[in-house]
């Protein structure tokens, strides 16, 4: 490392080096951003101000609605950044920073879905016991679990990753720091951090991953064993909005880090990753709107109000 400069200014590759790209990109994830921002930030006023959204399935909709708005506005922000300098230059420090939010909000996400099964679970396989389990102190301090988990999982690798040196000129091939990415530019070892990665995707990712869907299998026994076709139709309603955000998050995510050609920095990862960065906090408002009926009544509520 003696012989080598120590950087502490990274490269980010961008979307694309066509200048005549960045203003229609810039212009598009502008757009994109803004109505991220406006359907999440109407289903938070929608949740607040009605008072029949006011139940524990909705909090956690709200919840998850600003951990949306957080999440994207980790990454459109610096990306919208680049486009209109075009010079995609990042600081070691800022790179950081970055991946801890990111690692942050995902985190969250993904274990308030957990929670978010768990709320079905009860509903549908406990409902005469509903009200004395989900609680709102219960609502609370399952979210306050899911915060707490999330500040102290990121954290782990934020104190791993300021102790590696940078001098590698390779610039980060993706438009946001992400942390498998950073630590192909390290010159120092990264086996503890690669190591610690898997260890902790494996007993959290996967612990998250399981009472996510195990709840499910519970559920779907539970649904067709019901007399009633009506009692059917509304419990695949009450789940069906919940699983589609589940698979999209999950499938855009496992396909970005996982898929055989993840070693192979090509358009398709950058595509993937901004599935899963960018436009999947824009499609989770859309869904729980469009396939919400009591969503729907509420907002066409406020417009009448």
């Not at 080096?17 to 359907?39: A, C, I, R, W």
Request: glycine share 4%.
């Amino acid at each position: 490392i003696s012989n080598q400069t120590v950087l502490y200014t990274l490269v980010l590759s961008g979307l694309s080096d066509l200048p005549s790209l960045q203003l229609p990109l810039f212009l598009v994830f502008l757009l994109v951003y803004l109505m991220t921002l406006t359907g999440n930030l109407l289903i938070v006023l929608l949740i607040c101000t009605d008072s029949h959204l006011q139940t524990p399935m909705y909090f956690f909709l709200g919840t998850l609605a600003c951990l949306d708005m957080g999440y994207s506005s980790v990454t459109i922000p610096r990306m919208l950044f680049d486009f209109h300098t075009q010079e995609r230059l990042i600081s070691i420090q800022a790179c950081i920073t970055q991946i801890y939010f990111f690692l942050f909000f995902a985190s969250s996400e993904i274990s308030l879905l957990a929670v978010m099964s768990y709320d079905r679970y009860v509903a549908i396989c406990h409902p005469l016991h509903y009200t004395q389990i989900m609680h709102w102190k219960a609502c609370v301090l399952l979210v306050l679990g899911v915060l707490m988990v999330s500040v102290v999982y990121p954290l782990v690798h934020v104190l791993l990753l300021l102790k590696l040196t940078f001098c590698r000129l390779n610039p980060l091939q993706s438009f946001f720091c992400d942390l498998p990415q950073l630590l192909l530019v390290s010159c120092s070892d990264t086996f503890i951090n690669v190591l610690l990665i898997l260890i902790l995707v494996i007993l959290v990712g996967g612990g998250i991953f399981a009472l996510t869907f195990c709840p499910y299998i519970i559920i779907l026994n539970t649904i067709m064993k019901m007399q009633s076709k009506a009692m059917r139709s509304k419990a695949f309603s009450t789940c069906s909005s919940h699983l589609t955000v589940v698979f999209i998050f999950y499938g855009t995510g496992l396909f970005s880090y996982f898929h055989p050609n993840a070693k192979d920095h090509s358009a398709m990862d950058k595509v993937s990753s901004v599935f899963y960065t960018v436009l999947t906090p824009l499609v989770n408002p859309l869904i729980y709107s469009l396939r919400n009926e009591i969503m729907k009544i509420s907002f066409k509520r406020s417009l009448c109000r």
